[in-house]
């Protein structure tokens, strides 16, 4: 199963379980996140992303999901908002629309959401590492055959 439908099933599951205390603490993620975004700290951004993700889906409620989605974090490392130009700027806003869906109590706007910001920052990575890729075999030096 894909990263993106697991944990945006996990979202939805946590809407209705949300309390007024658990999305002010998402909502107060989501302030620092802008705050690390504008100044550029990539490795606090990637602490306060993990937290915003693990509040959400723990609240589920669903533990065997979590745990899946964990087991699929672990395989796919923070790199985009380190590596993909404009990353932060982008998952700020995304995270800003997750959150107004969960202010509405819209679970499927919620799963929706989540599922299109993680489709998103996939996408991005993998573009980005393309072309450093294709950057990398550009500037090798090229063999050429002796004849003997």
């Known amino acids: 199963m894909r990263c993106e439908r697991c944990s945006s ?16 603490h998402l909502h107060a993620l989501a302030d620092e996140m802008a705050i690390a975004a504008r100044a550029g700290d990539h490795a606090r951004y990637v602490e306060l ?5 693990w509040t959400l889906y723990e609240a589920s409620g669903w533990r065997r999901l ?5 087991t699929l974090w672990a395989g796919r490392p923070p790199l985009t908002p ?8 982008r998952s ?9 869906a969960i202010d ?7 799963q929706d959401r989540l599922r299109r910001h993680i489709e998103a920052a996939g996408r991005s990575l993998r573009l980005q590492l393309a072309q450093r890729s294709s950057a990398l075999r550009d500037t090798r030096p090229k063999r050429t055959i002796q004849p003997t």
């Open 9 to 24: 099933r996990a979202g939805a599951l946590a809407v209705p379980r949300l309390d007024d205390e658990e999305i002010q």
């Open 49 to 53: 992303n993990k937290s915003f993700h």
């Open 66 to 70: 979590v745990r899946i989605v964990k």
């Open 82 to 89: 380190m590596i993909v130009s404009g990353q932060l700027k």
């Open 92 to 100: 700020v806003s995304e995270h800003r629309a997750i959150l107004a």
């Open 104 to 110: 509405a109590r819209d679970a499927h706007a919620v």
